[in-house]
């Protein structure tokens, strides 16, 4: 167990539909991290927010958004959701005393 | 952005066979990381290694930054060792992934 716990697990859902992915990162961490995974694309970083800030964004598309509570809980919101959403998401947190990442266990969403 | 290149892409072995993953880097890179995904989908990470040999029990690794690579060594496999192993690194504070070495350890 890493430590970081992401809801849900599963969602199912329709293709213009919006749903938000929550992210909770190991305690003492100020570091979130987003990621998608599909079978064509790999593992794409999205977004990474520091202490409530965004620090970094990657390959996130304009129809996502994310942010960073201040309590450090993280929610990923995607809209005007299209099949080629469909993936694996996953969150990451690091802490301030090192940069390495621990993965949560993804939720995997599913576009019908 | 930086580019990462993985080899080799699969990898099959017999139960007790030693093996070398390869990630060449485009680019001088930070946190460096090495990561286990099981086929379960969890990403369990290894190894944080941006320069210099770390072992942990049957898994050792290395990373010459000057040359940008890294290596990952597994000793004496086990069934439990399938799953894809990614690299990953960070340039200008975006993380970027391989594409992975897919193992799959027979008995």
């Known amino acids: 167990d890493s430590g970081v716990t992401q809801t849900p697990k599963h969602l199912i859902t329709a293709t213009g539909q919006r749903v938000t992915l929550r992210c909770s990162p190991r305690s003492g961490d100020l570091s979130v991290y987003w990621y998608q995974q599909s079978l064509d694309q790999g593992l794409q970083f999205l977004i990474q927010?520091?202490?409530?800030?965004?620090?970094a964004k990657g390959n996130i598309l304009e129809r996502f958004s994310a942010q960073q509570f201040p309590d450090l809980h993280s929610e990923l919101n995607l809209s005007s959701l299209e099949l080629g959403d469909s993936a694996l998401y996953f969150c990451?947190?690091?802490?301030?005393?090192?940069?390495?990442?621990?993965f949560g266990p993804g939720t995997r969403l599913t576009v019908l | 952005g930086i580019q990462v290149e993985q080899s080799p892409p699969d990898l099959i072995l017999q139960e007790g066979a030693n093996s070398t993953l390869r990630c060449n880097f485009s680019d001088s890179v930070n946190n460096l990381q090495w990561f286990h995904q099981n086929p379960w989908g969890q990403l369990i990470n290894l190894f944080y290694?941006?320069?210099g040999t770390k072992q942990n029990g049957r898994l050792s690794a290395t990373t010459v930054a000057t040359e940008r690579y890294s290596l990952l060594y597994i000793s004496s496999s086990q069934t439990t060792d399938s799953g894809v192993y990614f690299c990953a690194g960070e340039g200008s504070y975006i993380p970027t992934f391989g594409r992975g070495t897919s193992l799959i350890v027979h008995p």
């Open positions: 990451a947190s690091s802490g301030k005393q090192t940069d390495t990442q621990y």
């Open positions: 927010y520091y202490n409530g800030e965004e620090r």
């Open positions: 290694i941006p320069s």
